[in-house]
C-alpha cells in the first residue's frame, strides 16, 4: 500500500495532492523525521489500520550547495 492510495474509514483516497503537500511539509526533516512524519500521516488517514502488505521507506536528502559546486566544476561529476 502507498501512501496516495490509502484509503479512510469514508473510502476516501489520500491522493497525490495531499500525498504531495506530506512530502512537502516535511522535506526539511531528518529522514528519520520524514519517516515518522509520514507513517503518523497514513495512520492519522486511515484510523491506524494496518496496510495490508508490507511498508518500505526510501529517503534521498540533495543538499543543493553539494549539487552546484559539483555542477560548477567541470568532470567533477564522474571521478574514478
Request: no cysteine; charged share 35%; glycine share 2%.
Amino acid at each position: 500500500m502507498d501512501l496516495q492510495n490509502s484509503r479512510n474509514a469514508n473510502n476516501e483516497i489520500y491522493g497525490y495532492k495531499r500525498a504531495r503537500n506530506s512530502f512537502e511539509e516535511s522535506a526539511k526533516k531528518e529522514p528519520e523525521e520524514i519517516i515518522t512524519y509520514l507513517r503518523a500521516e497514513a495512520r492519522s488517514w486511515t484510523n491506524d489500520k494496518e496496510p495490508d502488505d508490507d511498508v518500505t521507506f526510501v529517503v534521498i536528502k540533495v543538499k543543493k550547495q553539494i549539487i552546484s559546486t559539483a555542477l560548477e566544476t567541470p568532470g567533477s561529476l564522474i571521478r574514478w
